[in-house]
Each structure stands twice: as structure tokens, then as C-alpha cells.
């Protein structure tokens, strides 16, 4: 009897043992997914703001947890299925699906580039966030949840890609994991982001002179806040997108640019203390010039089809406003309040 027992408590212990093993491997494979997408979160958490940017003050946060629960259906209830059940019956297309999604990270990050330098800038009352209409809210978060879906299938199948070689059931795990913790991540910045301005009053009607001083600059300094992160997010598109049509073509049989990137990188990956550094900074600038000419040649086929058919015009302001746009929209918002129209 007592060996039964011990033999059962050892059964118990492997299966305990094995249990947490598990755990790390998921752990860490969630880790590793999220990282390779930073790329995308970086610009989802880049975009969100301008859609909450002009509401009403009490209606922000709110309006944030509709996305963020929309966000989330997104990617459990519909692309986590359809990626779980093409990686199990047809994996090869995977890869093909990764560098559309990289075409797509390069076309929008080479055009906020262009538009940047060549294009005009939409007026912050023409973007979404700020129509007060009937039915504005709604429609605005509708709207939001639609970006959402497209950045979201980006993240997951990047996500996947990095975790390919696990078993089904830990791959579902994962990326669970990675759902979970980059919509949170991400909108809880936005929250943090949109918010920033208020606390900022708040601090302002202070007594203590330090309070008003450190309200008043985060007020002025919301909209250079905004306009890094589009930056940030930006380059992250391209450097991201660049990586995966190199990634791709040398998978596919194109050797050439992967291997001159990594010739380019070589010299100063063997430098002493911030090799590795200089490497991977080496790799990622000519990962984000492949992506920003990749994404301008794309630009030169795309651009004309979409002012031809009836959805394309104003595509580029309701996806992805630019962070000329984002900060006037909060410099206007944090103006109202601080006059007294808002709340």
C-alpha cells in the first residue's frame, strides 16, 4: 500500500515537474513572439489614440474598453482558429501570409514617410476621433476595432511564425498569452496616453508650485509625446516589415539580400563590448531601407487603384493618421479643457 502511495506521489511529481516546464516553455515562447512583433504593437499603440482624440473627457476610457474587448474577440475568437487550423493542415502557406503582412507593414510605413514629406496633413477636425455626431461614438469605435483587426492579424501570424516548431496545443497556448498581454499592454498606453492631458490639468490646479509646473508640461508636452510614438512606430513598421521580405525571399531560394545585410553587419558585430549592439543596429537600419523601398514601390501599384475605387479616398487619414494630426487633435483637446468648453 505504502509503495502504491509513493509510486503515485512520484507520478505526481513528474507530472508536476512536467506541468512547469511547460509553463516556462510558454512563458518564454510568448516572450520571444511578442518581441518579434514589437514592430506592429508599437504602431497599434501609435494609432489608437487619434480615435479617442476630441471625445468627450468622461467617454474616453470607456470608449477605450469597447476597443480593447473588441481587440480582444479579434484575436481569440477569430484569428487565433483560422491561424491554429492552416498551421495544422496547410503550414506552407504561412510563410507566404507573413510576407503579405510584411507588404502591408512596409506600404503603410513608407507611406506616412512620403505623405511626411511630400503629402499634406489632414486637419485634425476631419479625423474620426473628433466627429461629435449622432452615432459618432459607435461608429468611431467601430472603426477603431476594424484597424485593430488588421494590425492584430499582423501581430498573431508574426507571433506564430516564432513558435512554429512547438506543438499545436503549446502554439495555442502561446499565442493566448501573447493576445492577452499585448492588448492589455497596448491599451493601457492608450489609456495612460489619452488621460496624460487631464492629469496634467489635474496637477495644474494644485497648490504646490512643483504640481502646476509638472502639469503644465505634461499638457504642452502631450503632442511631441504623440508625435514620438508615430516616429517610433513608424520605423518599427519598416524595420519590422523590411525584416520579414528579406526573411521570406531567403527562405523562398533569394539568398542576395539577406546575405549582404549580414556581410554589412559582420565588421561590427566582431567590435569588443557593443559588437552585438552594432550588429543588430546594422541589421535593423538596412532591414528599414529595404522596407521603406519596398513600401514605396508598392506604393507606386497601390496608390492609383485606391483613388480609383469608391473606398479609397481618405483611406490614409481613418487607418493611420499622421502624428502631425495626432498631436494638433490633442493640443485642441488639452486647449478646450484648459479654457473651460470641455469638462
Not at 79 to 107: E, K
Not at 242 to 271: C, K, N, R, S
Request: glycine fraction near 10%.
Amino acid at each position: 500500500m505504502s509503495g502504491g502511495l509513493v509510486a503515485l506521489l512520484d507520478d505526481v511529481a513528474a507530472l508536476a515537474r512536467i506541468a512547469a516546464a511547460s509553463v516556462d516553455d510558454i512563458a518564454a515562447g510568448a516572450a520571444k513572439a511578442g518581441a518579434k512583433a514589437a514592430g506592429v504593437v508599437i504602431d497599434d499603440a501609435a494609432v489608437t489614440p487619434q480615435y479617442v482624440s476630441g471625445a468627450d473627457p468622461s467617454r474616453e476610457l470607456p470608449m477605450i474598453k469597447r476597443i480593447f474587448w473588441g481587440s480582444l474577440r479579434n484575436k481569440l475568437l477569430i484569428i487565433l482558429p483560422a491561424l491554429l487550423l492552416i498551421s495544422a493542415f496547410i503550414p506552407a502557406v504561412i510563410p507566404f501570409i507573413l510576407m503579405l503582412g510584411g507588404t502591408y507593414l512596409c506600404y503603410e510605413g513608407a507611406e506616412k514617410v512620403w505623405h511626411k514629406f511630400f503629402g499634406h496633413h489632414a486637419a485634425a477636425e476631419d479625423q474620426p476621433a473628433v466627429d461629435r455626431g449622432a452615432g459618432a461614438e459607435a461608429k468611431v469605435v467601430k472603426g477603431a476595432i476594424t484597424t485593430d483587426f488588421i494590425l492584430s492579424c499582423e501581430i498573431m501570424v508574426i507571433s506564430m511564425t516564432e513558435v512554429a516548431d512547438e506543438s499545436l496545443w503549446v502554439r495555442a497556448l502561446i499565442l493566448v498569452v501573447v493576445a492577452f498581454a499585448i492588448t492589455v499592454l497596448v491599451y493601457g498606453a492608450v489609456a495612460l496616453i489619452v488621460k496624460m492631458d487631464d492629469i496634467g490639468l489635474h496637477l495644474s490646479a494644485k497648490d504646490s508650485a512643483g504640481s502646476k509646473r509638472f502639469g503644465g508640461l505634461l499638457v504642452k508636452g502631450m503632442p511631441a509625446v504623440l508625435a514620438t510614438i508615430t516616429l517610433v512606430g513608424t520605423v518599427a513598421m519598416l524595420w519590422v516589415g523590411g525584416h520579414i521580405m528579406v526573411q521570406g525571399a531567403h527562405d523562398l531560394g533569394w539568398h542576395q539580400p539577406y546575405d549582404l545585410i549580414h556581410t554589412l553587419e559582420a565588421p561590427f558585430a566582431g567590435i569588443a563590448v557593443v559588437g552585438g549592439f552594432l550588429g543588430w543596429l546594422v541589421n535593423t537600419l538596412c532591414s528599414a531601407v529595404v522596407g521603406l523601398a519596398w513600401g514605396l514601390l508598392v506604393m507606386v501599384v497601390v496608390q492609383p487603384l485606391l483613388k480609383a475605387l469608391p473606398f479609397g479616398k481618405g483611406k490614409n487619414e481613418d487607418a493611420h493618421g499622421e502624428g502631425d494630426a495626432h498631436s494638433a487633435a490633442a493640443g485642441h483637446q488639452a486647449a478646450e479643457r484648459d479654457s473651460g468648453h470641455t469638462p
